[in-house]
């Protein structure tokens, strides 16, 4: 994990220089998901990112903090003079304290993990609060108050998610998880306990647990009961349990629904406290700030909240779909003799001449490759999907590749099939080592390798024989090791004893040893062709160093190594006479000798790639005569519409027109057209590490179901950005694919620049000086900012931070005032992905319970029937309670309030999974059918930055529609009667004859 940080150094700092924003002025007198303390008279609550003060009875809210940085969960000391509160301000979150009147904020801690939900002490000498590394690990720990030092309480293992502490001085209490955060947990069956903890022994025993869950212990003055959170089938409710009897009783239903199936980043409940004389319960539901009496008697404290907050404008450009294509990755950059270049782009091996010219050596695809040290020939992998029987995984298609070059070129088959990856030759060219993947057996998809075999390929009498040198471990959805062939020996990087390695085995398969070992984080490993030295990348920095003795193993640490300024980028190498590395960036391969005394420096020569294609386009008119045509401009239908579609291009829609003379015509009379769907995030390729398939299924499907546009934005930047301009350029069918990079792949603002990326992926984990960083980078380069939301506070900070979208429903529905505002007046597009609501069951569990997915004739086409039987053949979900709908039915007020709000199925399931989500956007209590498919069609293209090419039938813009066989504005599942896709002006053989159950 240290090394995917070191990635983000360029982005850390970049929000420094960003501009003040625009102001939303906001008047609320309601909030969301509000923690509040007590003490004599005052409450202190939490609104909005900000904290504020008010009088017990209620009235004006004094604003205690403002500014940009995100503030919350304000706790009041036992003396009621300080307040400790959660703030960002330092770039992640942590304990902070300041006067109770707002005075002198200053920090408590500086953890490097995130420091949240803080409870004083009785004694008010320390403070106990929540901590949560990247790594997912969360446990309690003490912090003392006068130095912020600290030390924990609880164990992760143990209590995978302690949180929500209480501590009355003897002991500690807090609600802990049964078990590690999972999808569908069940809190009617007992998902969460309150446990107690003696302070002094810190001997800790559940106190509460079994069905209906427990959580948010708060012990009232005298220690004599507790109030705590607990679910009654589809309510939460207050109970109240005597501390020394045990007996537990219903103090209030109704509450605003916890979140005990989501990550409860914040609590399973917002903090609630007891007022001084231990008569009522002060705490937040249903927007409002409430006094509960112990007789159950509710009465409202009225706030009205007067501030001002920043938020900065969204980086959306208009994208033109241009009509030539740029590989704008290079992989495998690999060099050979006489300065000739062979490189894997759009999935296709080239070769680059000195003189810049640029030939094709695969028919298909192209991976790995590597030059014979005379540079007469090279091996490389390929793969082409080669199925075996219908409904299985596309396996053994990959192939060992060996081409010669001069007035004898040819290419053949070493007849070693598998997936195949890092070919290398021996030093005189007559021997191959090669990996090839477990998976290559096992029936599974690529990229999910276990780990390799290390073969061996030895020519004899005009044919090549293989066998079995070893077996390494790789790690799935990661790049392969590399493999050397040197002095009879083949060498690769390994993780041994939890760090990389360098090891070699004998090609008989004897004597593996450990030459160098490394520090953790290092990520690539590289020696030089004569293995003379050795070169390493450990976050940003790369280093270099001689190396004489091979027979010991020695650290790395220990070498005289030069580090060698201005290498970035990937696929780190060598030139063939080890005198310089080689990297590329983007379309650009470099390289940079390496300096022959200490100190000394070289420049890096750069060598541009300039491969270049056209479009993949038709050349037919086609005239869609009689239709009916749901424009998505406004809520316009037009009847007996005649659509012209030149090329790739709607050219005139004309009602009752005559199609043009050489228009191959089609009659769709009785039948109603609709943009192509949109999907604005979705996951629709595996992770792959280094080989792409020849045609991924995802795509396919995805067309099968009239998704003509995807956005798919957390794939790594080589992987992305190759699998876009593959379908571009008509290498392989698909969706039009939008080309994000997940932050992990990119290093900088540059790098977004050189490679021409489109959006840019944040995941939920990162810190707010981190996404503060992409969001400001995104801004200055005028691509996508895109955050995978997983927490409220995350969600609302990446609002006033500027992002372009949010992923995923906000964790509590519904939302009130002042995210409704604040939401319409930022810009930022709100997909819910309600097939993965994480508030409580996802809506996918409803279609598969309800629906018949394993037999639908569609999605069978192109979708691997086993792995479709592995997800809808046996489902354990059977359930009433569906809080997606609840989501839905606020994303639909969200709507109309005028927040820009998408469809994104996040890849549930490929296709079909677009039409659920889009029917679980209308479904009861929801959006209109109409408001649905403008979601789904032209807000979707508005929040792309594709609303000139995309999104509505107008002449002009690119010819993706669906035609149906029924009218989805009567009912929005008749989306699925599918006619016909046309996607770019080309009708796509969908299987349209096929009935769907």
Known sequence: MDALIGLWIGFSTAHAEDGPGFEVPLELSEGTWMSVSVHDDTVVFDLLGDLWRLPLSGGDAIQLTSGSTWDGQPQLSPDGDTIAFVSDASGSEQIWLMDADGGEPRPLTADSAQVSSPAWDADGQSIIAQRRTVDGDVVLWQYSVTDGTGLALTDAAAHPHAGEPWSDGAHLWFSSRVEPYRDDGDPVAGLWQVWRMALDDRSARPVLSGTGSAARPTVSPDGTLMAFISRDRDQTVLELLEVKSGRRRVLSTGLSLDAMEGLARRGVYPAMD???????????????????????????????????????????????????????????????????????????????????????????????????????????????????????????????????????????????????????????????????????TGGLELGDDPGYEVLLLIRRLGRWESRVVDTISGIPGHRAPKLYLRDDRVWFRQDTDGAPALLSVRTDGTDRRVHLRFPPGVDDVVPSPDLSHIAW????????????????????????????????????????????????????????????????????????????????????????????????????????????????????????????????????????????????????????????????????????????????????????????????????????????????????????????????????????????????????????????????????????????????SFPHAPVYADIRELLAASGTAYSPTLLADRSGLGGENFYYQYDNPADDLRLLRHHPRRLLDQEAWRRSVLARDWSFQDVASDTASLARLGALVTLGSHGMLQGLGTHWELWAMAGSGAMSPMEALQAATIDGARSLGLEAELGSIEVGKLADLLVLSADPLERIDNTIQIAMVIKNGEIVDTGASLTTP
Request: with cysteine.
């Open 537 to 808: 990348r450990q976050g940003a920095t790369v280093s270099v160093a001689a190396w004489d003795d091979r027979e010991e193993a020695v650290d790395a640490a220990t070498l005289s190594a030069v580090t060698m300024s201005g290498v970035s980028g990937d696929w780190l190498g060598w030139t063939p006479d080890g005198a310089a590395l080689s990297w590329s960036i983007g379309p650009t391969v470099l390289t940079q000798p390496i300096p022959t005394e200490a100190g000394a420096a070289t420049a890096a020569t750069a060598v541009d790639i300039s491969l270049i294609l056209p479009r993949d386009r038709p050349e037919h008119t086609i005239a869609l005569t009689h239709a009916r045509l749901i424009t998505m401009n406004g809520n316009e239908i037009v009847e007996d519409a005649t659509v012209t579609i030149v090329r790739d291009r709607i050219a005139a829609i004309e009602v009752g027109g005559a199609p043009p003379d050489d228009a191959r015509v089609i009659d769709c009379t009785g039948l109603t057209i609709t943009p192509g769907l949109i999907d604005v995030y979705t996951q629709s390729h595996a992770a792959a590490g280094d080989i792409l398939p020849d045609q991924e299924w995802r795509y396919r499907t995805a067309l099968d179901f009239g998704v003509t546009t995807i956005h798919d934005p957390a794939l790594p930047a080589d992987v992305g950005l190759t699998q876009s301009r593959r379908v571009a350029v008509g290498f392989q069918q698909g969706p039009r694919v939008l080309a994000g990079a997940s932050a992990m792949s990119v290093e900088s603002s540059e790098s977004i620049e050189v490679l021409g990326i489109e959006s840019v992926w944040v995941p939920g984990w990162a810190s707010r000086e981190l996404r503060q960083g992409v969001a400001a980078a995104c801004r200055s380069t005028e691509v996508l900012c895109v955050l995978e939301g997983e927490d409220l506070w995350q969600m609302l900070s990446a609002i006033l931070d500027g992002y372009s979208a949010v992923a995923h």
């Open 274 to 440: 007891w007022t001084d004389d231990g008569r009522a319960i002060v705490l937040w539901t249903g927007g409002k700030l409430w006094r509960l009496g112990l007789d159950g008697q509710r009465v409202e404290i009225p706030f009205n909240a007067s501030g001002r907050w920043q938020v900065q404008p969204v980086s959306r450009d208009s994208i033109t779909i241009p009509d030539e294509i740029q590989a704008r990755v290079v992989r495998w950059p690999t060099w050979g003799p006489e300065g000739r270049l062979a490189f894997s782009a759009l999935g296709a091996l080239w070769v680059r001449e000195p003189d810049g010219s640029i030939v094709r050596i695969s028919q298909g695809t192209g991976y790995a490759p590597a030059w014979r040290p005379d540079g007469a020939a090279m091996t490389w992998s390929r793969w082409s999907d080669i199925t075996a029987q219908p409904g299985e995984f596309p396996t053994g298609g990959g192939e060992l590749m060996v081409g010669t070059f001069g007035w004898r070129a040819r290419a053949e088959s070493t007849g070693v099939r598998g997936v195949l990856v890092s070919p290398t030759w021996s030093e005189r060219g007559q021997r191959i080592a090669v990996l090839r993947g477990l998976s290559s």
